[in-house]
């Protein structure tokens, strides 16, 4: 079992940026990819970031690329969001994922935090 707890979100203004972070604990030796999606009101969730293991491969969604850095500390056992230019369209409930591969699919993650929400306005 793994144990995910994301912070950061908070409410900013367009152009703003933001660091979430998600801490893990339980069996984090285990050489899970670290995933961040988002859901925001009436849409799906959209799979934002994701990095593996040792943080040698990171993958992005097309609209966050260039503005969003997810990285790893694994002494830490915590994964970060860093986002910048920040947009009313990235507003959404941010939710922090484990998976044992590779993969923007969310039900391909096995755990999950219970989210953080992230309020840009414009």
């Known amino acids: 079992q793994v144990q995910l707890v994301e912070s950061g979100g908070r409410s900013v203004q367009a152009g703003d940026s933001r660091r979430l972070s998600c801490a893990a604990s339980?069996?984090?030796?285990?050489?899970?990819?670290m995933g961040w999606f988002r859901q925001a009101p009436g849409k799906e969730r959209e799979f934002v970031a994701a990095i593996t293991w040792r943080g040698e491969t990171t993958a992005y969604v097309d609209s966050v690329k260039d503005r969003f850095t997810i990285s790893r500390d694994s002494a830490k056992n915590t994964v970060y969001l860093q986002m910048n230019s920040l947009k009313a369209d990235d507003t959404a409930v941010y939710y922090c994922?484990?998976?044992?591969?590779?993969?923007?699919?969310?039900?391909?993650?096995?755990?999950w935090g219970q989210g953080t929400q992230v309020t840009v306005s414009s």
């Open positions: 339980g069996r984090t030796d285990r050489r899970y990819v």
């Open positions: 994922a484990a998976a044992l591969q590779n993969t923007p699919v969310a039900d391909l993650y096995d755990y």
